[in-house]
Antibody, heavy 119, light 105 residues
Framework: QLQLQESGPGLVKPSETLSLTCTVSGGSISSSSYYWGWIRQPPGKGLEWIGSIYYSGSTYYNPSLKSRVTISVDTSKNQFSLKLSSVTAADTAVYYC???????????WGQGTLVTVSS | SYELTQPLSVSVALGQTARITCGGNNIGSKNVHWYQQKPGQAPVLVIYRDSNRPSGIPERFSGSNSGNTATLTISRAQAGDEADYYCQVWDSKVVFGGGTKLTVL
């Protein structure tokens, strides 16, 4: 059974860079056709897709966040990572990592991790 | 950019049928997926590619998609169906609807 687990600081200061890692177990991140993505959900609000990466390194980003987002993959560790720069309080959210194929649903989600932006 | 519109809330009497809509320009030409999210939990896929149920999802959950509206239908609504529901499509990127809170009365 595939499992995804987010890890990283739960508190980030304004203007700094938020960094999270998703560790994939029970399957290979190098599996063909699957994208590995990040989705966030501010408290009490809806889901927002941040971006996704293929094991080869090709990426899709949400245009509204693209200037601040970098998603990378480390196939040797079966992990992929998110960096979001210049954070503000508006970036406070539960961050989920997930798996999907192009034009297919998100079939696996991590449990989510709350990141708070505050000084 | 492509937008999906959902009602903020839908109410249904226990045992009756709930319908949650997802509007988008010519959404009928896209594959629509639906997720259920309960408080404090990650979303769970309940319908994929318009009308397909993943294993373990009750037959009470069904979906349709035509024209500018996709619909998630929950028959014989139960208290345990009370949750937020999100539609999602692929438009060269992942796009979510704003979510609908389903209340079972």
């Amino acid at each position: 059974q595939l499992q995804l687990q987010e890890s990283g600081p739960g508190l980030v200061k304004p203007s700094e860079t938020l960094s999270l890692t998703c560790t994939v177990s029970g399957g290979s991140i190098s599996s063909s056709s699957y994208y590995w993505g990040w989705i966030r959900q501010p408290p009490g609000k809806g889901l927002e897709w941040i971006g996704s990466i293929y094991y080869s390194g090709s990426t899709y980003y949400n245009p509204s966040l693209k200037s601040r987002v970098t998603i990378s993959v480390d196939t040797s560790k079966n992990q992929f990572s998110l960096k979001l720069s210049s954070v503000t309080a508006a970036d406070t959210a539960v961050y989920y990592c997930a798996r999907h194929e192009v034009d297919y649903p998100i079939d696996y989600w991590g449990q989510g991790t709350l990141v708070t932006v505050s000084s | 950019s492509y937008e999906l519109t959902q009602p903020l809330s839908v109410s249904v009497a226990l045992g009756q049928t709930a319908r949650i809509t997802c509007g988008g320009n010519n959404i009928g030409s896209k594959n629509v997926h639906w997720y259920q999210q309960k408080p404090g939990q990650a979303p769970v896929l309940v319908i994929y590619r318009d009308s397909n149920r993943p294993s373990g999802i009750p037959e009470r959950f069904s979906g349709s998609n035509s024209g500018n509206t996709a619909t998630l239908t929950i028959s014989r609504a139960q208290a345990g169906d009370e949750a937020d529901y999100y539609c999602q499509v692929w438009d060269s990127k992942v796009v979510f609807g704003g979510g609908t809170k389903l209340t079972v009365l």
